[in-house]
């Protein structure tokens, strides 16, 4: 029998069956694919909104704390700056403090208050009311709750000693408020006295309020002549009082979201260290803090108040799952081209958050202008993108993959942070870019250095000089204190300016160029410091001509007497208009350092104090056994030194009449020089608007 053949009718061909079945193959596939894909999907894009909701929240709470950050922090500068008013003056008088004061509120509007009490004893109880009747109020005492802890204050019993509020901007009712009577006050002013640190308050009721808001206080200790003496046990007795600076946690959150909006978010803060933990301190609306607790979408992030920790919770009150999750189930024949879209669109998102974090490896910090660079690194203004306030951001370039100059960069942040003088320039923030290279950021200072003010306004009146310097020696008395030397102090790094209405307002700069001291280092002799002191690891000699003590030119080792010479030297500028040593070169000076004396301060200046001549040459002696042992040691003669107060009305007078013409000054002879820069053996100077140094623009 022959082969059978298909029918007429039902025409197949190996081609056409293997098209159909093909054709059903995929029809299959895609279909139980994309069912199967679309449940795949539906999860994948449930955890993935419930991942971008919750990225969504620490954004926005990112965003929170920055901005709580900078409204809280601005105000703690300001009281720093009170206490250095009062530790530099033996007398501040109630109209000095109420412009202080005012200024300080007048920028920052959420500050509650701004006051002063001064630690007073038992036995100046009625001198001190007094006084403070004629001053002030008629009706002023010493007053405390009653024993019933009810409201109003009565006058206060009798105790050895006191700590009254004097001075207040605006005036509260909680004037002469004693607030050493109530026990948990009093601990706090303990522990900032023997610390010399500002303190905290947890949540406070005022004496003033009739119910229960919810304030925060500062405590800053301050101390005649500007810091504490070292023996921790001697701080409290010789304290002069405490700046104390008021918050209404409420209010600033209130307006902390009206900058950066809420939303659908639900926003509380708690303090950590209360007693209980998590005391509420502030919520966006009634029943905030136990909704954020019972919600699955909840974000939170710490914030550091003074000694205190913070925290800011939010949640969400919607469902983090949107409608797309759901129509990817009805839309189930289409899942193939639906992955391919989400699989592209996961990709653009995924490039876009690299970009993202490459792009905020600065932190939050935008780069401005260059304000000058030096052999490690390069200095920008710059400003924070929510906080918008102008800082200066140090950025290591040269030698980046250097081991060494990383170590070096790293180790100038670590040491200058652990300055907090108000005369010492303040960093806000350090970290490392995409690319591994070291920046930190600190303080723009807009004022004059002292080099410019010498140059261009020449010797400066005797009670000035004695001004300005008496704040550098505040400042390096902290760090010498905790083991720290400045080793390159010379005009160029001396800023002037006017600080929260307070002229001629000293900020030391450069810190970068400390060394750690040892134990041994403090001493008076170091047989074993090691040659060459003066040079970093890279070889580089680090040292001004005329400021750099000789002990250091000739490769010696360097203490807390090598900063003395220095001081001198800058102290001598300042009275004669002219450096102590001349020469035609950088060679010729440190021969002359190292051969010769510098001329008499007198003998250029015959009204210079002979005590104050004496002082400047015995920091300026060649040996270091034959200067002043110690910052504290020039400071006790300052004492003695028979010169006139410089008054902040004739500082204000100088910035008014003088300072613009010295500014203008400046900037003609900045136009007029060359790209090449003047050679320095500093590195880049925080704060200036231009190398080598800044001055208002």
């Given at each position: 029998m022959?082969?059978k ?8 061909t190996?081609?056409?069956?293997a ?13 139980v ?10 999860a ?8 971008a ?5 620490e954004g926005?709470l990112?965003?929170l704390?920055?901005r ?9 500068e ?8 009062f530790?530099?003056s033996?007398?501040?008088?109630r ?5 202080f ?6 920028r920052?509007?959420?500050v509650?208050?701004l ?6 004893s038992?036995y100046d ?6 006084d ?8 002023y ?5 009653p024993?019933?802890?009810d409201r ?9 000693e006191?700590?009254?509020i ?5 005036y509260?009712?909680?004037?002469g ?6 026990p948990e006050?009093?601990?706090?002013l303990q ?5 010399a640190l ?5 949540r406070t ?5 009739p119910?229960e ?6 405590y ?5 002549r ?10 409290c007795a010789v ?20 900058d ?17 933990p998590?005391a ?14 019972a919600?699955?979408t ?9 000694d ?15 409608a ?6 009805l ?24 970009r ?10 935008l780069?401005?202008?260059?304000l ?16 918008r ?6 950025l290591l370039v040269?030698g ?5 100059h ?15 003088h ?9 970290g ?28 400066q ?10 704040q ?21 790094n001396?800023?002037?300016?006017v600080?929260?209405g ?11 160029l ?12 170091d047989?074993?410091?090691a040659?060459?002191?003066?040079l ?7 040292g001004?001509?005329g400021?750099?003590?000789?002990e ?5 080792g ?12 800058i102290w001598?500028a ?11 070169g950088?060679?010729a000076?440190f021969a002359?350092?190292m051969q010769?004396?510098?001329r ?5 200046r015959?009204e ?5 001549d ?8 060649r040996e270091?056994?034959e200067?002043?042992?110690?910052v504290q ?28 013409r ?7 002879q900045?136009?007029?020089r060359s790209e ?6 500093v ?15």
């Amino acid at each position: 029998m022959g082969e059978k053949q298909p029918s007429p009718d039902l025409p197949r061909t190996p081609a056409s069956v293997a098209h159909r079945w093909q054709l059903w193959t995929s029809v299959t596939i895609v279909l139980v694919s994309g069912i199967a894909l679309s449940v795949f999907a539906f999860a994948a894009l449930r955890q993935r909104d419930r991942t971008a909701h919750m990225a969504s929240i620490e954004g926005r709470l990112a965003g929170l704390v920055a901005r709580l950050r900078e409204t809280i922090e601005t105000p703690v500068e300001s009281a720093n700056s009170v206490a250095g008013l009062f530790g530099a003056s033996n007398l501040v008088e109630r109209d000095e403090f109420a412009r202080f004061a005012d200024a300080a509120l007048s920028r920052e509007p959420l500050v509650y208050a701004l006051e002063w009490a001064p630690r007073v004893s038992g036995y100046d109880r009625s001198r001190f009311e007094a006084d403070a009747r004629a001053d002030g109020p008629g009706d002023y005492e010493i007053r405390e709750l009653p024993d019933d802890g009810d409201r109003p204050l009565v006058r206060a019993n009798a105790y050895d000693e006191y700590v009254p509020i004097l001075y207040m901007a605006p005036y509260r009712s909680g004037l002469g408020f004693d607030i050493a009577s109530q026990p948990e006050r009093r601990t706090l002013l303990q522990q900032a006295c023997r610390t010399a640190l500002p303190v905290a308050s947890g949540r406070t009721r005022l004496v003033e309020d009739p119910t229960e808001d919810v304030a925060v206080m500062v405590y800053v200790p301050t101390w005649a002549r500007g810091a504490p003496p070292a023996e921790i046990g001697k701080r409290c007795a010789v304290l002069q009082g405490y700046v104390v600076l008021v918050f209404r946690v409420q209010p600033i959150v209130a307006a902390v979201i009206r900058d950066v909006p809420l939303g659908d978010l639900d926003l509380a803060i708690t303090d950590l260290g209360a007693a209980p933990p998590g005391a509420v301190l502030a919520e966006a609306s009634p029943g905030a803090n136990a909704r954020i607790a019972a919600s699955s979408t909840r974000a939170r992030d710490e914030l550091r108040f003074v000694d205190r920790t913070w925290v800011v919770e939010v949640a969400a009150r919607s469902s983090p799952v949107g409608a797309g999750a759901i129509a990817v189930l009805l839309l189930g024949l289409l899942v193939s081209l639906l992955a391919a879209v989400l699989a592209g669109g996961a990709s653009l998102m995924a490039r876009l958050r690299r970009r993202v974090r490459q792009a905020t490896q600065l932190g939050q910090y935008l780069l401005e202008e260059e304000l000058g660079r030096g052999g490690m690194g390069i200095v920008y203004r710059a400003h924070h993108v929510m906080m918008r306030r102008p800082t200066a951001l140090k950025l290591l370039v040269s030698g980046g993959d250097d081991p060494v100059h990383q170590a070096q960069f790293e180790r100038e942040v670590q040491l200058t942070s652990k300055l907090t003088h108000p005369n010492t320039i303040a960093i806000y923030d350090y970290g490392r870019t995409a690319d591994g290279l070291f920046y930190y950021v600190m303080e723009y200072v807009d004022g004059i250095a002292l080099c410019d003010l010498i140059e261009h306004a020449g010797a400066q009146p005797v009670a000035r000089t004695v001004h300005l310097m008496r704040q550098v020696l505040y400042a390096l008395r902290e760090a010498h204190g905790i083991g720290l030397i400045h080793r390159d102090l010379t005009p160029s790094n001396l800023m002037i300016s006017v600080r929260g209405g307070v002229a001629d307002f000293v900020k030391v700069l450069d810190f970068g160029l400390v060394k750690e001291l040892s134990s041994e280092d403090l001493s008076a002799d170091d047989p074993d410091a090691a040659p060459h002191d003066s040079l970093d690891k890279s070889g580089r000699f680090f040292g001004t001509p005329g400021y750099t003590p000789p002990e250091v030119i000739v490769g010696g080792g360097t203490d807390a007497r090598s900063d003395l010479y220095a001081v001198g030297a800058i102290w001598f500028a300042l009275l004669t208009g002219r450096p102590a040593f001349e020469g035609s070169g950088a060679p010729a000076i440190f021969a002359a350092q190292m051969q010769a004396s510098p001329r008499s301060v007198r003998e250029l200046r015959p009204e210079v104090p002979a005590q104050l001549d004496v002082l400047v040459a015995r920091c300026l002696a060649r040996e270091p056994d034959e200067r002043p042992a110690s910052v504290q040691e020039i400071l006790d003669e300052l004492v003695t030194v028979p010169v006139p107060e410089w008054t902040g009305e004739q500082a204000a007078a100088w910035w008014r009449d003088e300072a613009l013409r010295v500014q203008t000054a400046v900037r003609t002879q900045r136009a007029s020089r060359s790209e090449a820069r003047t050679q320095r053996t500093v590195v880049i100077a925080f704060g200036r608007r231009s190398e080598p140094a800044s001055s208002a623009d």
